[in-house]
């Protein structure tokens, strides 16, 4: 079974100054994880992937993010907010053993003040 | 190339009526997926499809039902709406050698 659990339901960052989403997830298997970002009204994208390459991956719109095994976590950065960056972003994890099943986190609601 | 597209946007129903989501999607993918999204909860996975005429149960089918009858459309029905139905609604295909999902815009459904 495969979990993932997004650990902060909103998140408030003033406008210029870094930004932290946290992730840790749970795979009985090697995971593919992902985060995806929603803006209001529209569907969701792709911000980036990690799929057992390099564990630092960096995404679109200046996002990166670290696969940490020994902590089971994958935390979404970015130096600098934007206001743009306003959104719900969530983290998914797939197992290619499990049939390539997404489960999703609960995502994080992010609030960008000027 | 329009990617995913859902229909209706938006709907109102009355509990008890029936309705039907549609998805198209022109990137000859192989899977589709139908996702429902309620706050704090993510998204969940009703239905699925791995390919034209085939359908799956996902995590919370109960209520829905789906058809491929089309490699490039799947619907998404309901056959008498319950309240506890209100939610947005998300279509999603990959192709077979991908795990990357392309959304649709989402379906907003309020049943009263």
């Known amino acids: 079974a495969q979990s993932v659990t997004q650990l902060d339901s909103h998140v408030s960052v003033s406008e210029g100054t870094p930004v932290l989403l946290r992730c840790n997830y749970s795979?009985?298997?090697?995971?593919?994880l992902f985060w995806y970002v929603q803006h209001p009204n529209k569907g969701l994208q792709l911000l980036l992937k990690?799929?057992?390459?390099?564990?630092l991956v960096k995404g679109i719109n200046g996002f990166e993010a670290e696969f940490k095994k020994s902590e089971t976590s994958f935390h979404l950065t970015k130096p600098s907010a934007h206001m743009s960056d306003a959104a719900e972003y969530f983290c998914?994890?797939?197992?290619?053993?499990?049939?390539?099943?997404?489960?999703f986190g609960g995502g994080t609601r992010v609030l960008v003040k000027p | 190339n329009a990617g995913v597209t859902q229909t209706p946007k938006f709907r109102v129903l009355k509990t008890g009526q029936s309705m039907t989501l549609l998805c198209a999607q022109d990137?000859?993918?192989?899977?589709m997926y139908w996702y429902r999204q309620d706050p704090g909860m993510g998204l969940r996975l009703i239905h699925y499809?791995?390919?034209?005429?085939?359908?799956a149960k996902g995590e919370v089918p109960d209520g829905y039902n789906v058809s491929r009858l089309k490699k490039q459309n799947f619907l998404l029905g309901l056959e008498s709406a319950a309240p506890s139905q209100t939610s947005v609604y998300f279509c999603?295909?990959?192709?077979?050698?991908?795990?990357?999902?392309?959304f649709g815009a989402g379906s907003r459904l309020t049943v009263l």
């Open positions: 990137m000859n993918h192989e899977y």
């Open positions: 998914v994890v797939t197992v290619k053993a499990a049939g390539n099943k997404l489960t």
């Open positions: 999603a295909s990959r192709g077979s050698g991908a795990n990357v999902l392309t």
């Open positions: 499809s791995v390919g034209e005429g085939t359908t």
């Open positions: 990690y799929t057992s390459a390099a564990t």
């Open positions: 795979s009985s298997y090697s995971p593919s």
